[in-house]
C-alpha cells in the first residue's frame, strides 16, 4: 500500500494532504525520512510530527460525549483540541463534527475510509439533537423550521420538530450543513443557548457522562454496518 493512502485511511487527511505531509519532511517510515510514492505495510512504524499513525486493521469505533469547549480538530496547537481531550493514543476522525459552542454525541474511528464513507453528501442518515433558544417558541418558528428555512443561498431539507418545552425543541436533520441549526434559528430571529446532539443513526448519547469515551456495543456496531451497507 502507497504511504499517502495508508495516512489517508487513518483518518488522518485526504492523500493529497498526506503528500504534502510527506514532501515537508514531517513523515517517518521505520525512523527514516519518507518520500512521496513509497510504499509501506501494516508492519511499519509510521510518525507524523512524531506521533505514530494507526496502521491496524482493526475497525475501533467509540461513542464520545463531547463537551462544550472542545474544538473538532486533531491540530495539537489548538487548545481543547480533539486529541487532547479524549486521550486516544490512536490517530482517529470523527463521523460528523459539532462546532465548539455545542456538546453532545460523536462517533470515532480509526478508519478513515469508514468516515469519508458516512460523511458523502448522498449518505442522508438521521442526526437528533436538543435545542435551547432565548425565546418562547412559536407556530410560525415550528413550521418553518419543518419545512425549510433559507440559509448559505440554499433552502434546507424539510426535517422533523417537536417543542419539548416553552424555549426547546427537538429535531432531526438528514443533512449536515455547517452550523446548520444555528443559521437556521437566527434566520427566524431566534439565537442557541444551548445544543446537544442526542443521536446519530441508531445509536444515542444516552447517560454517557461528558468528556467520556466508551466502545459501541456489538449491537450499535452491527446497526452502523447495516447503515454502512449497499
Not at 460528523?96 to 442518515?125: C, V, W, Y
Not at 419539548?164 to 443559521?183: A, P, Y
Request: a neutral charge; hydrophobic letters at 40%; one cysteine or more.
Amino acid at each position: 500500500m502507497r504511504l499517502n493512502k495508508l495516512i489517508s485511511q487513518a483518518g488522518l487527511g485526504s492523500k493529497k494532504q498526506a503528500d504534502a505531509w510527506i514532501m515537508a519532511n514531517r513523515v517517518t517510515v521505520n525512523g527514516e525520512v519518507a518520500c512521496v510514492g513509497q510504499k509501506v505495510n501494516q508492519q511499519d512504524q509510521i510518525l507524523l510530527d512524531g506521533h505514530p499513525v494507526a496502521t491496524s486493521s482493526e475497525v475501533l469505533l467509540m461513542a464520545y460525549h463531547k463537551p462544550v469547549g472542545v474544538v473538532c480538530t486533531h491540530d495539537l496547537s489548538v487548545a481543547n483540541n480533539l486529541v487532547v481531550s479524549t486521550g486516544l493514543s490512536q490517530h482517529f476522525s470523527a463521523m460528523g463534527r459539532l462546532d465548539k459552542a455545542s456538546e453532545g454525541l460523536m462517533i470515532l474511528t480509526n478508519q478513515g475510509d469508514l468516515t469519508n464513507h458516512i460523511l458523502q453528501p448522498g449518505f442522508a442518515h438521521e442526526k437528533e439533537y436538543w435545542v435551547e433558544v432565548d425565546q418562547p417558541l412559536t407556530e410560525y418558528f415550528l413550521t418553518n423550521m419543518q419545512q425549510g428555512v433559507e440559509i448559505m443561498r440554499q433552502v434546507t431539507h424539510p426535517c422533523e420538530v417537536e417543542a419539548t418545552g416553552e424555549r426547546s425543541f427537538r429535531i432531526v436533520l438528514t443533512q449536515g450543513l455547517n452550523k446548520q441549526i444555528r443559521r437556521m434559528c437566527k434566520a427566524l430571529g431566534y439565537r442557541v443557548l444551548r445544543l446537544q446532539r442526542v443521536r446519530i443513526a441508531q445509536i444515542w448519547l444516552d447517560d454517557l457522562p461528558v468528556n467520556t469515551l466508551k466502545e459501541l456495543s456489538d449491537t450499535e456496531k452491527l446497526a452502523l454496518q447495516q447503515l454502512l451497507s449497499p
